[in-house]
């Protein structure tokens, strides 16, 4: 599974800029508008904090987005780290968050900042943690600024996202770690250290809550081809399994 990644405003700044401490330094010495401090603050903290971050897999996020906003309070939400990334993945299931693709949420013991600006879109949204308020008196008074339409439903997609998997048990946190490392013999935490030098700070939330392997039958389909995808055409889609790297995991009776 692909996921997206967050392109910091350092990365987007010309090859010369200076160190990342001084461009943000320099940078916020010089905003006057308070959202765009807000977002460069969130993102220096995140990128020094060693950007950790969350790999949000497809299979889990039509039931996070049920969550009840108001069934949820504020001083739960909570995380090993913050600021920290949500990751959205490469699948027709995160579109509800379009265009957003990443964005940095950092708890703080006031509230909560939720932060994108990395090129596809620019957001703040600042939210105020009273504690014994839930979540959705949190939301609705939360303060918004962004450049993209319609943003509401987003914000509250978002914020369902924060508040679902913030509830989440530990169970359902797995601890990136470098492939070249998967299957040696060493302590988790010398494979987590070792993955985080390597810049992979990061946590893939729900990865075992995924569809069973399975066999697709030959089948004709319609796939839109030619320039912007406008033009149908019918083809014969091959048999497959799918999710055959899962296949290995499936128990069968037969282990050893």
């Known amino acids: 599974m692909e996921f997206y990644d967050y392109k910091t405003l350092y990365s ?18 010089k905003e006057t508008d308070a959202p765009n401090k807000a977002t460069l603050a969130v993102e220096y903290k995140w990128f020094r904090s060693g950007k950790p971050y969350y790999n949000i897999w497809p299979g889990i996020i039509g039931e996070l987005l049920k969550l009840e906003l108001e069934d949820v309070l504020c001083q739960y939400i909570q995380f090993p780290v913050t600021p920290i990334l949500f990751k959205l993945p490469k699948d027709p299931r995160s579109e509800l968050f379009k265009p957003v693709d990443t964005f940095i949420v950092f708890r703080h013991d006031f509230g909560l900042c939720l932060v994108c600006s990395d090129g596809t879109c620019t957001l703040t949204s600042n939210m105020k943690l009273t504690p014994g308020s839930t979540v959705l008196d949190m939301y609705n008074h939360s303060e918004s600024i962004s450049d993209i339409k319609d943003q509401n439903d987003l914000f509250k997609n978002m914020t369902r996202l924060v508040a679902a998997v913030s509830l989440f048990s530990q169970d359902l946190f797995e601890p990136e770690i470098l492939k ?10 010398d494979k987590l250290r070792r993955a ?16 069973d392997p399975h066999t697709r039958r030959p089948h004709l389909c319609r796939v839109w081809t030619g320039p912007g995808r406008k033009i149908p055409k019918i083809i014969t889609r091959a048999g497959s399994i799918i999710h055959k790297e899962a296949v290995v995991t499936v128990p069968s009776g037969h282990e050893l």
Do not use: H, T
């Not at 987007?12 to 010495?29: G, I, L, V």
């Not at 299957?183 to 988790?188: D, S």
């Not at 985080?196 to 569809?211: A, E, I």
């Open 12 to 29: 987007m700044a010309p090859k010369e800029c200076r160190s990342p401490d001084k461009f943000y330094q320099s940078m916020y010495n």
């Open 180 to 189: 070249a490392d998967a299957l040696r013999n060493i302590p988790l935490s």
């Open 196 to 211: 985080k030098q390597r810049g992979k700070y990061g946590w893939n939330v729900g990865r075992q809550v995924q569809v």
